[in-house]
């Protein structure tokens, strides 16, 4: 990978999803926060920015084409994101709330900091559900729009809400806020690291917690570096033609 300090670490990611191991395991920001220099990623991080370009140029080079999400079609990035990552969310968030409920109400008085990862997950689920359905119902089906109108060589028919950037804005906005609990959520877990002699559902909640993050961190890499770009790009091709 040819390495550039002018290249931001949201544009690394997108060209490789390997480098963003890298940047998770240094503690920088690949998704909300990426839209910056990994010069500045560095100095905001305090990292040395020759250990991480040095670990960046050695990534390995060879993506799967199943994970080159760049390459992909907007239409089918959608569903790959509703398949994957909303289903993932679903899925996940009752099990969370009973381990949150149950570890904050058992070792709350021990552990204070549990009360309040309880508190703030159960805040993160119920903003992530209406976000989601937000992109489903409005954006999701906007774009989908746009590619068939490409497709069929359509004219473009401007949507109630303006212009695609309006509804991404909001969307990127609600991403910032749930990076920034689910951040504030590790910080208060030790990154999740449980106390010794934890019980094993205490375990499992902070296991779970880790694993809810990571996709996250994915899951908005995918809208705010590739999903909406390349509609805003889109869209602006639309209303020129």
């Known amino acids: 990978m040819v ?7 949201a ?12 940047f998770k395991k240094h503690g920088i920001d690949f998704c909300c926060g990426g839209a910056i220099t990994v010069e500045k990623a560095c100095k905001k991080n305090n990292v040395d920015q020759a250990i991480l370009e040095k670990e960046l140029s050695e990534v390995d080079k060879v993506v799967d084409k199943l994970q080159d999400f760049d390459s992909w079609s907007l ?7 509703e398949n994957l990552h909303h289903t993932y969310v679903r899925e996940s968030l009752p099990l969370l709330s009973q381990y949150a409920n149950k570890v904050a109400k058992v ?18 689920a119920n903003e992530l559900i ?9 954006l999701f089906p906007f774009i989908n729009q746009l590619v068939d109108a490409k497709k069929k060589k359509e004219v473009y028919k401007r ?54 993050e990571q ?27």
């Open 75 to 81: 239409d089918f990035l959608i569903v790959y994101i």
């Open 107 to 124: 070792h709350g008085h021990h552990y204070e900091e549990v009360v309040i990862v309880n508190k703030l997950f159960h805040e993160v």
């Open 159 to 212: 949507p109630p809400f303006g212009t695609v950037n309006n509804p991404i804005k909001m969307m990127e906005h609600e991403h910032e806020n749930a990076g920034g609990v689910l951040k504030e959520i590790a910080r208060l877990t030790n990154n999740y690291t449980p106390p010794e002699g934890a019980c094993n559902t205490f375990k499992a909640l902070y296991a779970k917690l880790e694993e809810f």
């Open 11 to 22: 544009a690394y990611v997108t060209e490789n999803i390997k480098t963003a191991h890298i």
């Open 130 to 138: 209406s976000h989601m359905q937000k992109e489903e119902q409005i």
């Open 215 to 241: 996709d996250l961190h994915q899951h908005i890499h995918l809208e705010n570096n590739i999903l909406h770009p390349k509609a805003i790009k889109l869209e602006k091709e639309l209303t020129a033609s």
């Open 3 to 9: 390495v550039s300090r002018e290249k931001t670490v």
